[in-house]
């Protein structure tokens, strides 16, 4: 066993501490969750939705001591309010569409033949969910894999160590049993052997490339199914047509909100050439304008990047990108300290030449290019290992149409950014990884097809 350390980086001290479960206690766990799975998928699909909207509830009643608790582990200012919103809309979705989503598929019936295809749960669902937005992409996939009669077994991150326990105690509250939805502190090994002995089913894990590759590693030949959403590099790109001041207030936005530290956050920007000193302009303004400083403090816009390394690697980014010829439009703040509290940073003079517009940063630092026309974006946008979202700003919407088609990416924004609907699958391509969560589609992903081929006569 090893002890898991939450450092707060509003002042590096250890603001929670577990302990790790052995191989053998958490093999344990996981067939526990086996063993109950039958059981919770015989229950009517109306009473599981019941019990995971209840879970859901009990969530939002703790809000009041989740939303300073995030804020001392990973940095996020509590003037936000944190993620039930996003919480609350993704489960109350993925409720809402469980009947259609999950109802069997009619083939055929006659005299004869009784045809059809239903949706049957995979089994044990291992969810490893990040710390940027754990509670939002915990229940992207918790509340669906749940209410499609899975058991589910939670890994959440260190650096938001509180949360799967919270999770896990809510909807043990609201009445779904605790080995159907358990919280496991589980170390990077025991995690890998859970994996390759087959404990799960099916795997979801959102993190890092380098994390993508040690599921797959640790899965290889079990067959176990997979869904992975890593890296991402998305894109802005701002058409001669568009509503600058939106296109500035959305973009912007989308870099900077949770120290840039979001999925889907803007981390490079094009804009037509014509408007491209105006975007800039703009942009620099509304950076100036953003208050850096401890989380709980409600005057605070941005706060510390969720870890020292994570605000080191974006430093490095930013030197090396100045070293080649990049140029810096943010005067470094006062509260940066050179740890955790790092100055949000817009740069021009940029070229995918520098890592600062190749690889993920992760951090609130956004590189902005002028292009001439759709063709140059488009190659642009493409020119990147990874493929989550893009962000068009146009009038015309046949226009983004035409320019998405043209874009490696899971999803195409038109004038919005940053926004996960869970009407829509969230998928990706590339490096960003595979599979799909939410809507219907995240249903189907967390069942597997079974036919029924019924002869009813023999003569």
């Known amino acids: 066993m090893t002890t898991l350390n939450c450092i707060s980086p509003i002042d590096g001290s250890v603001f929670a501490s577990r302990e790790t479960l052995s191989l053998e206690m958490a093999r344990e766990a996981a067939a526990s ?25 009990e969530i939002g009643a703790q809000n009041d001591q989740i939303v300073p608790e995030l804020a001392q582990m990973m940095g996020r200012p509590i003037r936000y309010g944190g993620e039930f919103g996003g919480f609350n809309e993704r489960a109350s979705h993925m409720a809402e569409i469980a009947a259609g989503a999950l109802a069997d598929i009619e ?42 009669g899975n058991t589910v077994v939670l890994k959440g991150a260190t650096q938001t160590l509180l949360v799967g326990e919270r999770l896990a105690n809510a909807f043990h509250k609201a009445g779904v049993p605790e080995a159907v939805f358990q919280n496991l502190y589980l170390d990077h090994d025991t995690t890998s052997a859970l994996i390759a002995e087959g404990a ?30 890593l890296g991402g590099k998305d894109p802005g790109y701002v058409m001669e047509d568009a509503d600058v001041d939106a296109a500035v207030d959305t973009l912007i936005d989308g870099a900077m909100f949770n120290s840039g530290q979001c999925c889907c956050g803007i981390e490079r920007i094009y804009v037509h050439e014509s408007l491209f000193d105006a975007f800039v302009e703009k942009a620099v303004a509304v ?40 140029k ?30 190749r690889d993920e940063s992760f951090g609130p630092v956004v590189g902005i290019m002028p292009v001439k026309d759709d063709a140059e974006a488009i190659a642009l946008m493409n020119d990147s290992p990874f493929g989550l979202t893009a962000s068009l700003w146009t009038q015309d919407v ?55 081929h019924l002869k009813k006569v023999t003569k």
Not at 33 to 57: D, F, N, S, T, Y
Not at 419 to 443: A, F, N
């Open 33 to 57: 969750a086996r063993a109950a799975q039958a059981a919770w998928a015989a229950r009517p699909l109306a009473e599981r939705i019941e019990l995971v909207m209840k879970g859901v509830a």
């Open 107 to 148: 083939v055929g019936e006659d005299a004869t033949f009784k045809r059809y295809i239903k949706r049957v749960p995979h089994g044990v669902v291992f969810v490893v969910s990040p710390w940027n937005y754990p509670y939002m992409t915990a229940i992207n996939t918790v509340a669906p894999a749940l209410i499609a």
């Open 287 to 326: 950076v100036k304008g953003y208050k850096l400083g401890n989380p709980l403090d409600e005057a605070t816009t941005i706060g510390p990047m969720a870890n020292v390394r994570f605000a080191d690697e974006v430093r490095a980014q930013i030197k090396e990108a100045l070293e080649m010829g990049a």
């Open 200 to 229: 799960f089913n099916f795997v979801n894990f959102t993190g890092s490339v380098g994390g993508g590759k040690a599921i797959e590693r640790a899965a290889a030949g079990t067959f176990t199914g997979l869904g992975l959403e």
């Open 328 to 357: 810096a439009h943010i005067d470094t703040l006062p509260e940066d300290d050179g740890g955790a509290y790092l100055t949000p940073q817009i740069l021009t003079n940029v070229s995918h030449e520098m890592r600062v517009m």
């Open 398 to 452: 046949e226009r983004a149409q035409a320019v998405g088609d043209a874009i490696e990416t899971g999803t195409i924004f038109m004038n919005r950014a940053d926004y996960l609907d869970p009407g829509l699958c969230w998928t990706g391509c590339k490096q960003t990884g595979r599979g799909g969560g939410l809507s219907v589609i995240g249903y189907h992903n967390l069942t597997r097809p079974k036919s029924y």
